[in-house]
C-alpha cells in the first residue's frame, strides 16, 4: 500500500495491486492556489518480491473550465492545441476522453473510432 499526498493533504489515490502499469487520475474542482506545491509518494509496506517499485511518469496538468474543455463529451470534437518535446503546436480533436491520448480512458474518440474503421475497411493485400 502507499499514501499520496499534496501539501499534506491524502489524494484519492488507488492501485491495481499487480506488478503491470497502472494509469491514476486524480481531479479537483478547485485550483491550486499560486506558489510552490509538494508532492509526496510514501510507501506503507515492504516489498515481497525483488521487483522494483517505481514511478515511471508523472504528469500534472491544469485545465480552463469544463465549458471550454468538454471532460467528459465523448463526441465533442474541436481543435485543443498540444506541443511535442520540440515544442512545436499541433491540434488534436479531442481534449483527454480518448484513450489514443490517456490510457486512463476507456473510450477512443469519434474522430479516432472513425480513422480506425477506414483503416479496417481499406484494400489489404496478403502474401501467399
Same mark, same amino acid.
Not at 12 to 24: I, K, Q, S, Y
Not at 67 to 88: C, E, I, K, R
Not at 96 to 123: G, K, T, Y
Given at each position: ?11 484519492p489515490w ?8 497502472a ?7 478547485t ?5 510552490q506545491h509538494?508532492?509526496v ?7 515481497? =518480491?525483488g %521487483?522494483?517499485r517505481?514511478? /515511471? ?7 480552463a473550465? !469544463? &465549458? ?17 518535446s ?9 481534449n ?8 486512463? =480512458?476507456? %473510450?477512443?474518440?469519434?474522430? /479516432? ?8 475497411? !481499406? &484494400? ?5
Amino acid at each position: 500500500a502507499r499514501v499520496v499526498t499534496l501539501d499534506g493533504r491524502p489524494l484519492p489515490w488507488t492501485t491495481t495491486g499487480d506488478l503491470d502499469r497502472a494509469f491514476t487520475e486524480v481531479f479537483s474542482p478547485t485550483p491550486l492556489s499560486p506558489g510552490q506545491h509538494q508532492l509526496v509518494f510514501r510507501q506503507l509496506t515492504p516489498p515481497t =518480491s525483488g %521487483d522494483i517499485r517505481m514511478i /515511471c511518469n508523472l504528469g500534472a496538468h491544469e485545465f480552463a473550465p !469544463e &465549458p471550454l474543455f468538454h471532460m467528459d463529451d465523448q463526441f465533442y470534437v474541436s481543435a485543443y492545441n498540444t506541443w511535442n518535446s520540440g515544442g512545436t503546436r499541433f491540434l488534436r480533436p479531442g481534449n483527454e476522453h480518448c484513450l489514443m491520448r490517456n490510457m486512463s =480512458s476507456e %473510450d477512443f474518440c469519434v474522430a /479516432c473510432i472513425e480513422s480506425i474503421w477506414l483503416q479496417f475497411f !481499406e &484494400p489489404h493485400e496478403f502474401d501467399r
